[in-house]
T-cell receptor, first 115, second 111 residues
Framework: GAVVSQHPSWVICKSGTSVKIECRSL??????MFWYRQFPKQSLMLMAT?????????EQGVEKDKFLINHASLTLSTLTVTSAHPEDSSFYIC???????????FGQGTRLTVV | SQQGEEDPQALSIQEGENATMNCSYK?????LQWYRQNSGRGLVHLIL?????REKHSGRLRVTLDTSKKSSSLLITASRAADTASYFC???????????FGTGTSLTVIP
């Protein structure tokens, strides 16, 4: 199946700093990428939908100024957690689809710990 | 809430038994997908069923979809200890291209 690579797989950062997470579709062009957040023992919550070349669409309750999403090309989307705080510690997962209605391919996830 | 509901939240069975998980969702959909997640890891796609399909099989997996009831079920037959994981349904509402996940079922298969 298609491969989506997410980097880094884990990161520890100090409170107040920013962290960038990359999501790449390795063998297909992704019309749309999605960013999710998952707390322990909970489901995945969609944060935002990212289309190449346009602004991301954020779900209700997600701060767009805190979670900056850039979808610079058809194979790369980035999520930057700005001024991170301990409550931002979570598992962040991206996914990408090659076309509308297709299976979604997921990255391996990034475990962020803010200390 | 953006999520669908899954039940049961947790399921514990003996190896060899069948496991059934149910998913209910809120809006009309293009398709519904089932995913598996081992603890702290990424997601593995199991099966996709389109809104015009009623049943689909893949190996030991059987998925049904009832769009009139907005529900789906995942059946794992002859379970194995390696099937222990969390299982999520995800829907692609036909009002947009987002994927929303259900609350998940934690399955434990006891050897």
């Amino acid at each position: 199946g298609a491969v989506v690579s997410q980097h880094p797989s884990w990161v520890i950062c100090k409170s107040g700093t920013s962290v960038k997470i990359e999501c790449r579709s390795l063998d297909f062009q992704a019309t749309t990428m999605f960013w999710y957040r998952q707390f322990p023992k909970q489901s995945l919550m969609l944060m935002a939908t990212s289309n190449e070349g346009s602004k991301a669409t954020y779900e209700q309750g997600v701060e767009k100024d805190k979670f900056l999403i850039n979808h610079a090309s058809l194979t790369l989307s980035t999520l930057t957690v700005t001024s991170a705080h301990p409550e931002d510690s979570s598992f962040y997962i991206c996914s990408a689809i090659p076309f509308v209605g297709s299976e979604a391919f997921f990255g391996q996830g990034t475990r962020l710990t803010v200390v | 809430s953006q999520q669908g509901e899954e039940d049961p939240q947790a399921l514990s069975i003996q190896e060899g038994e069948n496991a059934t998980m149910n998913c209910s969702y809120k809006t009309s959909i293009n398709n519904l997908q089932w995913y598996r997640q081992n603890s702290g890891r990424g997601l593995v796609h199991l099966i996709l069923i389109r809104s015009n399909e009623r049943e689909k099989h893949s190996g030991r997996l059987r998925v049904t979809l009832d769009t009139s009831k907005k529900s789906s079920s995942l059946l794992i037959t002859a379970s194995r200890a390696a099937d222990t994981a969390s299982y999520f349904c995800a829907t692609d509402p036909n009002t947009g291209n987002q994927f929303y996940f259900g609350t998940g079922t934690s399955l434990t298969v006891i050897p």
